[in-house]
């Protein structure tokens, strides 16, 4: 949380949550970030929280909480590029640009190499492999071992050959 102390109630819960959702309990994440929420509101669960409601297909009830976590804290960086990984799924590509945009300069944000990845995965959507390539070659220079980007950038490489 930036700037202040986490409530341990509300930092057990998250930590709950993000347990239960690495487990593949879905539910049970998604109830600990709302008691969390609930005990002290803070970008980090309202972001996980959005996170698990994505993985049930639930893209607009994740927007949301990316967009409560923007207004708990802007600083953090994570909400804005989950809304625009949320958008691309959606097929609202354009929508996406601008939020993963701010994720790339956002004061407190790890990691700060995917913005670039999911820039570059519009831009080749929608046929940019140049802007494709800056993109990724942005993602690779934030992220050397990001094995996804250099093996897109070498395929896309290849293509203008």
Known sequence: MAEREWMPEAREH???????????RLDEAIESYRRSIAIQPSAEA???????LSHQGRHEDAIAEC????AVDPTFGNPYNDIGAYLIELGREDEAVPWLERAKVAPRYEPRHFPYFNLARIY???HKVREAI?????????????TAARRELHRLIGLLN
Not at 67 to 70: N, V
Not at 134 to 146: D, H, K, N, Q
């Open 134 to 146: 800056r993109e990724l070659e942005g993602a690779i220079a934030i992220e050397p071992r990001y």
């Open 14 to 24: 998250f930590e709950r949550g993000y347990e239960e959702q690495t487990a593949g």
């Open 46 to 52: 309202h972001t996980f929280l959005g996170w698990a």
């Open 124 to 126: 080749v959507r929608h």
């Open 67 to 70: 967009r409560s976590a923007i």
